[in-house]
């Protein structure tokens, strides 16, 4: 993630961006600015919605919503209102261009009109937005996303990150899975429709898969087919049960090889490694090497 346009933006933008990144850093701990760290040099870091419309058809074991999520209103007068208060002050306090998730909630809840409002709201912002998801909705909800009246495309692209594991409970056709190996059918279900509307449309996209990986399914990650990963560490057993290189261990089984350096995420070292699910090895960083690459995310 860069701080300007993609493909290297303007001078306005850098210059604009500077000082925020400058702040960034100054603002993090002594012992976390390390040649590595991507916070405050690279990006101010990657930015989403909050509170806009929480509400959810699932219920998932690690679930860190509150008990009244589902009493917050989704309609598209309130959510696209909190989008773009939350859109103005992420722009005046840091820049006016960055990665944005437009996460929820399950963000198809809202109606495609009000999900593709809430879109355009971010962009209009110099946002670039993903749509975090369960996935489980069906294709004509996504036709409906991102084409007009006449059938046309009113959005030429589309990121998407996909929520998928065996903690989730209330997914059609898997409302209690026993195992990761038995969602992989839903989760190429969730590429396909992008697949079959790219053929019929043209449209573009970028899709992510993530999970949250616990000691109850670290030992089943390589069985569910990755191709890119989000990692997210909420659970109730013992924290010193998992950390970041058993879960690599399982990534590295299930590509078939060793991915030498390890890849961090663009937005520090927490919780998530990102790459594309389509076109191959995506760009992420080597912690520690002179030539970064960063991830589109």
Request: glycine fraction near 10%; charged fraction near 25%; include cysteine.
């Given at each position: 993630?860069?701080?300007?346009?993609?493909?290297?933006?303007?001078?306005?933008?850098?210059?604009?961006?500077?000082?925020?990144?400058?702040?960034?850093?100054?603002?993090?701990?002594?012992?976390?600015?390390?040649?590595?760290?991507?916070?405050?040099?690279?990006?101010?870091?990657?930015?989403?919605?909050?509170?806009?419309?929480?509400?959810?058809?699932?219920?998932?074991?690690?679930?860190?919503?509150?008990?009244?999520?589902?009493?917050?209103?989704?309609?598209?007068?309130?959510?696209?209102?909190?989008?773009?208060?939350?859109?103005?002050?992420?722009?005046?306090?840091?820049?006016?261009?960055?990665?944005?998730?437009?996460?929820?909630?399950?963000?198809?809840?809202?109606?495609?009109?009000?999900?593709?409002?809430?879109?355009?709201?971010?962009?209009?912002?110099?946002?670039?937005?993903?749509?975090?998801?369960h996935g489980?909705?069906?294709?004509?909800?996504?036709?409906a996303l991102?084409?007009?009246?006449?059938?046309?495309?009113?959005?030429?692209?589309?990121?998407?990150?996909?929520?998928?594991?065996?903690?989730?409970?209330?997914?059609?056709?898997?409302?209690?899975?026993?195992?990761?190996?038995?969602?992989?059918?839903?989760?190429?279900?969730?590429?396909?429709?992008?697949?079959?509307?790219?053929?019929?449309?043209?449209?573009?996209?970028?899709l992510a898969?993530?999970?949250?990986?616990?000691?109850?399914?670290?030992?089943?990650?390589?069985?569910?087919?990755?191709?890119?990963?989000?990692?997210?560490?909420?659970?109730?057993?013992?924290?010193?049960?998992?950390?970041?290189?058993?879960?690599?261990?399982?990534?590295?089984?299930?590509?078939?090889?060793?991915?030498?350096?390890?890849?961090?995420?663009?937005?520090?070292?927490?919780?998530?490694?990102?790459?594309?699910?389509?076109?191959?090895?995506?760009?992420?960083?080597?912690?520690?090497?002179?030539?970064?690459?960063?991830?589109?995310?």
């Amino acid at each position: 993630m860069t701080c300007g346009p993609p493909g290297g933006g303007s001078q306005r933008a850098t210059v604009r961006c500077t000082p925020r990144r400058d702040g960034r850093w100054a603002a993090l701990p002594e012992h976390v600015r390390t040649p590595a760290q991507s916070l405050g040099r690279h990006a101010v870091g990657c930015e989403g919605t909050h509170g806009a419309f929480p509400k959810c058809n699932l219920t998932c074991t690690p679930c860190y919503h509150s008990a009244d999520a589902n009493k917050v209103r989704i309609d598209g007068q309130h959510t696209v209102r909190e989008i773009e208060a939350q859109m103005a002050y992420l722009e005046e306090r840091r820049g006016p261009y960055a990665h944005a998730q437009l996460i929820g909630g399950e963000v198809s809840m809202l109606p495609p009109d009000d999900h593709a409002a809430a879109l355009q709201t971010m962009r209009a912002h110099g946002r670039s937005p993903m749509s975090m998801t369960h996935g489980d909705f069906d294709p004509e909800y996504l036709r409906a996303l991102v084409t007009d009246d006449a059938g046309g495309l009113r959005m030429d692209r589309v990121s998407f990150a996909d929520h998928f594991d065996s903690l989730m409970r209330g997914r059609r056709g898997a409302v209690r899975p026993r195992s990761e190996a038995e969602l992989n059918p839903f989760r190429e279900r969730f590429v396909q429709m992008f697949r079959d509307l790219r053929v019929e449309t043209g449209l573009r996209y970028y899709l992510a898969h993530n999970m949250t990986v616990t000691p109850a399914n670290l030992d089943q990650v390589a069985s569910s087919r990755p191709r890119t990963w989000a990692t997210t560490f909420r659970w109730k057993e013992s924290y010193t049960a998992v950390d970041v290189d058993a879960v690599w261990a399982q990534l590295e089984t299930a590509l078939g090889h060793q991915q030498g350096p390890r890849f961090y995420p663009c937005c520090g070292f927490q919780s998530a490694v990102r790459t594309p699910l389509r076109g191959g090895r995506g760009d992420g960083f080597r912690a520690g090497s002179a030539n970064r690459r960063w991830a589109a995310f």
